[in-house]
């Protein structure tokens, strides 16, 4: 039965004004300094500058009370879904009635990045990027409003949260299927639809000695009078299931993001190809358990990439058997395991349940490779550090090798590529599979 994550949370309504941070302003300072100053150079009288210096204290004070009193109101853009390390627009303007923003900024978490973050005056217009999948809090801005001296501050927060969904590049897939579509024949990665004994029906015709008998058509045949049986077409759509691995392997970063996230833009690109292709779309996702699991279905990619958009690595050994288990008894697919060869002892288990799976269904195996240890390997040594690196990212990349030579050895395709190309590398090795009638 399909599972998938609750829906978000709706967005904070906005809050209420909430005031802090008084203090003075640059003007406040600058005229502190100069009275300073003053008193050593001209060796003004103590009484004097204790009286101008009161005077200015008591401006700065009623600046600051006069900012604290403002009402600042804000509008900024309604965001959309974004997709994950896509800049979007955004734009936040500060209203005032009677006082003046001396500096606009917008908080955001760790996961969103916004560029530039704040910015003088009343309006703040950047670029937001989302960095992580999820649902984030992005907080309400922050004015920093001036008195009309320009003596005192007050910064102001002002509206509420709001909810950002963050998604695998899913435009960018579409994107990348649409070019492939441009260049390719009619009939890449489809194959030639053939008549036979299958589960489309095609048509009625007469009957002829060679036809199996359970496909006559009895109600045609005693209504014409003369044997009549159905003519099917072979079932070409398939099923192609996308299993993630979430286990702790993914967890680790590479090109400024985690192994997951990279899987699952890439699963994001082979998705929208298979619906493209007309094949069905499913999704498993797994760690020490399943987490996630949705049944394969006709244009099935932004259904999948929504199911998993939140998913999240679980520090524990992921069970490729549970996972398998839970596709051993369907239709023969495409199952496209994302996950992460480096560990060869992890990958031990893979091994042992390749042999099984591969009787019945067609296996690939997605995996990125790590630009730092290609780096460590390909880069000349220049001291005792940078020659233990290279040993060690060699050892890796020998077990990661190793490993994959023993899948192929089984009959599985395997696909590494950099995290950038790894979604096309994925897609153009499923239309590989196709057009060599393995499915």
């Not at 979007?88 to 978490?109: F, I, K, W, Y």
């Not at 985690?258 to 094949?279: F, I």
């Amino acid at each position: 039965m399909a599972t998938a994550p609750p829906p978000p949370p709706p967005p904070p309504s906005p809050g209420p004004d909430r005031r802090g941070g008084l203090r003075p302003g640059r003007w406040a300072a600058a005229l502190l300094a100069g009275l300073a100053v003053a008193t050593v150079a001209l060796r003004l009288p103590p009484a004097a500058v204790l009286v101008v210096a009161a005077v200015l204290v008591g401006c700065v004070g009623t600046d600051m009370v006069l900012a604290r009193r403002a009402r600042p109101t804000v509008e900024r853009t309604m965001l959309p879904t974004l997709a994950r390390r896509a800049s979007h627009p955004h734009v936040v303007e500060v209203g005032l009635d009677g006082a003046r923003a001396a500096r606009t900024r917008q908080p955001v978490p760790p996961e969103l990045v916004l560029r530039p973050s704040e910015a003088a005056g009343s309006t703040l217009t950047s670029e937001l990027v989302g960095w992580h999948r999820g649902v984030h809090t992005l907080p309400p801005p922050v004015v920093r409003v001036a008195g009309p001296l320009g003596l005192g501050t007050c910064d102001h927060t002002v509206g509420g949260a709001v909810a950002v969904t963050v998604l695998p590049d899913l435009p960018r897939a579409r994107r990348l299927a649409d070019e492939r579509r441009r260049t390719r024949s009619p009939d890449d990665g489809r194959i030639r639809s053939r008549l036979g004994l299958g589960t489309e029906f095609e048509t009625i015709r007469d009957y002829s000695p060679d036809d199996d008998i359970r496909q006559v058509n009895w109600l045609a045949t005693a209504r014409l009078g003369r044997p009549m049986t159905n003519q099917y077409r072979i079932d070409e759509d398939r099923d192609l299931v996308c299993m993630v691995d979430a286990g702790r392997l993914m967890a680790s970063p590479v090109d400024g993001a985690t192994r997951l996230d990279v899987a699952l833009d890439a699963l994001a690109v082979l998705a929208v190809a298979a619906d493209d292709a007309g094949d069905r779309v499913g999704a498993v996702a797994f760690a020490g358990d399943l987490l996630r699991q949705l049944a394969p279905r006709r244009r099935g990619a932004e259904p999948v990439v929504r199911a998993l958009f939140d998913l999240e690595p679980v520090e524990v050994e992921s069970d490729f058997e549970r996972a398998f288990q839970a596709v051993a008894g369907r239709k023969r697919a495409l199952l496209v395991l994302f996950t992460d060869l480096v560990d060869a002892a992890a990958a031990r288990t893979l091994l042992a349940i390749v042999p099984v799976m591969a009787r019945r269904h067609v296996i690939m195996v997605v995996s990125c490779r790590d630009p730092d240890l290609d780096a460590a390997v390909d880069t000349p040594p220049v001291d005792l550090r940078d020659t233990l690196r290279a040993a060690v990212a060699l050892d890796l990349l020998t077990a990661r090798r190793r490993t994959t030579a023993m899948l192929r050895r089984l009959g599985v395709a395997v696909v590494e590529a950099p995290p950038d190309r790894l979604g096309p590398a994925c897609v153009r090795a499923y239309f590989r599979l196709k057009r060599a009638g393995r499915l």
